[in-house]
Nanobody, 126 residues
Framework: QVQLVESGGGLVQAGGSLRLSCAAS????????MAWFRQAPGKEREFVAA????????YYADSVKGRFTISRDNAKNTVYLQMNSLKPEDTAVYYC???????????????????WGQGTQVTVSS
């Protein structure tokens, strides 16, 4: 079983930036694709970005493409989400998640991920 701890959330003005981190432990981190999801108040959790286990492939939701960048440091067992040009509609709790399939391709659907962090709140003011 893997444990995930997110950090880096906070309050930022529209147009600002934040960098989220997700530290993993308990599994061979480098063998699994990772992803970020988010859940806004009153809405379902949605896919944000994913990265392959090698780090060579990345995927983004259309709503964040060109503004967010996902990356990973396998030596530190950490995945990052750099968020630039933030908008009020980016306000949500952000979760990182581990793909259930070892060496699997990155997924975009919740059921493809088996472990989740506790989430970190991101609030963007207008």
């Amino acid at each position: 079983q893997v444990q995930l701890v997110e950090s880096g959330g906070g309050l930022v003005q529209a147009g600002g930036s934040l960098r989220l981190s997700c530290a993993a432990s308990g599994r061979t981190f480098s063998s699994y694709a990772m992803a970020w999801f988010r859940q806004a108040p009153g809405k379902e959790r949605e896919f944000v970005a994913a990265i392959s286990w090698t780090g060579s492939s990345t995927y983004y939701a259309d709503s964040v493409k060109g503004r967010f960048t996902i990356s990973r440091d396998n030596a530190k067992n950490t995945v990052y989400l750099q968020m630039n040009s933030l908008k009020p509609e980016d306000t949500a709790v952000y979760y990182c998640a581990v793909r259930t399939l070892k060496y699997g391709s990155p997924g975009t659907l919740e059921h493809e991920f088996g472990s989740w962090g506790q989430g970190t709140q991101v609030t963007v003011s207008s």
